[in-house]
């Protein structure tokens, strides 16, 4: 059941409604730090990832987990002559679900609220009602007036970020739980959860969990972090649709929330190692953890990763989400748990010997 106290409620809560849009991932950075300091070594690399380090009863295979801490959302294009603000997106929106959205706006002098406003659809042209339309047209009000301005009272400039708001909730249902940004929270918050797991557990291997940076605009904290790492094997913690809702359609197996743990067979930046999969889905199958198979047209921090060092063998493992890439989404307890009983389960079970198979 889900009380006040479930460490799991407190952790995601805490994650979620963290702002830290593409680069401005610092409060993220900070809870993933403050979760893992007394258990793991804590370091950085310079484009601000965060990593954890866990040695087990051996240096080598060194192990990469990450989850990228960064979630979407829009930054200052520009503040117009009435005091509204124009602005761009970071990671992908469509307009459908920007429009009338509650955001806040982080200048240097503070956090305002405001709401993506747009021409009323009373003086819309009938045949523009009927399109989606573009961000460039639309603008955030939080609440300038010819006689109050947003530059001067709330210093706000271009560049400053914009997060929506999306508190979170748990739902009806006590295993769901909604709010913004699991895209990728919810794997920040595993990850959290494994690393606290490897510390206490007996491994030969170096485990390094990795709080990723700038993943929604092209997977650039897995590039620098990976050269600070060098690591031997690599697994990405990261989000896919669940596809339980009405208009999307599923196969046989899986893509529901609650069906377990997802593991990647391919996305647009890689394809996983085969062996390595196979490894997986056998760990996955002797320890009886909910799992299935699926694809996604989308790339993950893996692809800036397998492809270094002369390759490195990597795979994904998601937690399905209703609602990605909008302002709030739907995750499963169960998935959560199924997530992390499986990186656990790997890890245990690989060794220097068991790494150097996947590459032979
Ligand atoms: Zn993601």
């Known amino acids: 059941m889900t009380t006040a106290s479930d460490p799991l409620v407190e952790l995601l809560r805490s994650l979620v409604n963290t702002f830290g849009i593409s680069g401005h991932e610092s ?4 809870i993933f730090e403050d979760n893992l300091k007394n258990l793991c070594e804590i370091s950085a690399d310079k484009l601000g990832c965060s990593i954890a380090r866990s040695q087990g009863s051996s240096n080598t295979p060194k192990i990469m987990v990450t989850a990228h801490m960064d979630e979407i959302g829009f930054f200052v294009k ?7 603000i124009k602005f761009l997106p970071i990671g992908g929106w469509w307009g459908h679900i920007a429009l009338g959205m509650e955001v ?33 047209e639309m603008y955030i009000d939080v609440g300038g007036t ?13 560049g400053d970020p914009i997060v929506p708001v999306g508190e979170f909730k748990t739902m009806g249902n006590p295993n769901l739980f909604m709010g913004k940004a699991w895209d990728d ?3 920040v918050a ?6 606290r797991k490897v510390a206490k557990i007996a491994h030969s291997s170096t485990v390094f969990g990795v709080g990723t940076v700038q993943e929604e605009v092209g997977l650039r904290g897995a590039r620098s972090s990976v050269f600070q790492i060098k690591p031997d094997i690599a697994f990405a913690l990261d989000v896919t649709i669940a596809k339980d809702t009405p208009g999307t359609t599923r196969g046989a197996v899986g893509d529901r929330l609650g069906d377990g743990a997802a593991v990647l067979v391919y996305d647009s930046t890689m394809i996983p190692n085969q062996k390595l999969l196979e490894f997986v889905v056998k760990v996955a199958e002797e ?29 994904v493992i998601a937690t ?16 959560i748990e199924s997530v992390v009983r499986l990186l656990v389960s790997v890890i245990e079970r690989l060794n220097r010997k068991q790494v150097r198979m996947f590459s032979k």
């Open 27 to 30: 409060r993220v950075a900070t």
């Open 78 to 84: 520009e503040v117009t002559k009435e005091g509204f």
């Open 104 to 136: 806040v706006v982080y200048s240097r002098f503070g956090e305002f609220p405001g709401i993506v406003g747009s021409t009323p659809p009373h003086i819309l042209e009938p045949d523009k009602r009927k399109n989606v339309i573009p961000l460039n």
């Open 146 to 158: 010819y006689d109050f301005d947003i530059i001067e009272k709330m210093g706000i400039r271009p």
């Open 185 to 187: 929270r919810v794997g």
């Open 190 to 195: 595993e990850l959290i959860q494994i690393m």
């Open 287 to 315: 320890e009886d953890i909910p799992f299935y198979l699926t694809s996604l047209t989308g790339g993950y921090d893996t692809g800036n990763i397998h492809m270094e060092f002369g390759g490195i063998p990597s795979i």
């Open 320 to 335: 399905p989400a209703r609602y990605i890439h909008s302002n709030t989404g739907i995750v499963h307890r169960k998935d």
